[in-house]
């Protein structure tokens, strides 16, 4: 009980010199910052999409006659000629079936010239009165008869050379083959629906980069041709820059060479495809990119330190010096990088300065 009498009078004199060092103290002093005025510069807007690398053509090798694998002269992975020799079926039956359409076409000539030699005779004798009109017209339809299966017959040549053809499946196209599904000894099926999967072939140069613009890009860019500030589907070739996943600079170049006539109805999104030189074949299908397009025609516009802005969830955020030395937070828009350095579009008046550190 005496120690708690003693200790209150120490307790009272400690809240006396906290409150009083309070009062004397007062507010903390004005954090100083560093303000800086937005550089014009002319450059064009660019924005920045996700792409992907896909193949200008590929090609699902299927057989087009059915028999067995024979034989296979291609490497797995590795580049292939158009018209080199891939697959091989075993030929032997087709062999056979050329040689008997060769000898059915044959009869079917000896029949024609029989019919033709046969004819013209009953032409000299029904004009001797020698044989009746109804053989004469019956020699007229033996001809008819053997010109069809002459026809015939040259059709069932053509189609067996076609089929012996077709038992060695050559390149359609210069590529990368892929790994080869079947081996040697199993049954092909070709010529149907359900033909058998042989292997792919894949072109890596050139090759196509496709990406999506949304659709509030899209309007921007419309209205931007309604004002003339850009030529739309009919104008040059549009260039773009490309950078991959390793690294960070736009070392790749393309031209757009095909954009959707409309927007996908699931996303609302518009896509649009660009060309790209792959000489060195560096470049894969289905390699993830980065995408920089520009959009409208170069001009003077205000640029600010990107570092310099803030986010507020999905907006930038500048903070703008007043007239009484203070700043005030304000939402700017902005657009494409240049470097260090962020394009202003709305928000900023050139005069304006903006705090660019001690923030």
Request: aromatic share 6%; glycine share 6%; with cysteine.
């Amino acid at each position: 009980m005496i120690m708690k009498l003693l200790l209150a009078p120490f307790a009272l004199l400690f809240l006396t010199q906290c409150e009083s060092n309070k009062q004397t103290e007062g507010p903390p002093p004005p954090m100083p910052v560093n303000v800086a005025s937005p550089e014009l510069k002319t450059i064009a807007l660019k924005e920045t999409y996700t792409g992907r690398f896909t193949a200008v053509e590929e090609v699902a090798l299927q057989a087009r006659v059915s028999g067995y694998l024979e034989s296979v002269h291609f490497t797995e992975g590795q580049k292939i000629k158009k018209g080199d020799l891939m697959f091989r079926i075993d030929p032997r039956v087709f062999d056979a079936s050329q040689a008997r359409a060769e000898a059915v076409q044959k009869q079917a000539v000896a029949r024609l010239a029989l019919a033709k030699s046969s004819l013209n005779r009953a032409n000299n004798l029904v004009k001797q009165n020698a044989i009746s009109q109804e053989e004469f017209d019956r020699r007229q339809s033996e001809l008819a008869q053997a010109e069809a299966d002459q026809l015939v017959a040259d059709a069932g040549l053509r189609s067996a050379r076609l089929d012996r053809e077709f038992a060695d499946i050559h390149a359609p196209i210069s590529g990368i083959a892929g790994r080869y599904n079947v081996t040697v000894g199993n049954f092909i099926s070709g010529g149907n629906a359900n033909a058998t999967l042989l292997t792919t072939i894949v072109p890596h140069n050139p090759i196509h980069c496709s990406f999506e613009v949304d659709e509030r890009r899209v309007l921007q860019i419309a209205r931007m041709f309604l004002n003339g500030q850009t030529g739309g589907r009919e104008s040059k070739t549009a260039e773009v820059e490309i950078a991959v996943s390793d690294h960070d600079p736009f070392e790749f170049k393309g031209v757009i060479d095909f954009t959707e006539n409309q927007l996908d109805r699931d996303t609302a999104t518009l896509q649009i495809r660009a060309l790209v030189k792959n000489e060195n074949e560096f470049l894969t299908p289905g390699l993830f990119a980065r995408v920089r397009v520009p959009v409208g025609a170069p001009e003077e516009r205000m640029l600010v330190r990107d570092a310099a802005l803030g986010f507020d969830q999905d907006k930038r955020v500048a903070w703008v010096l007043k007239k009484d030395n203070t700043v005030e937070r304000r939402f700017v828009e902005v657009g494409t990088l240049d470097g260090e350095l962020r394009v202003i579009t709305a928000g900023l008046n050139p005069d304006e300065k903006i705090a660019v550190s001690g923030i």
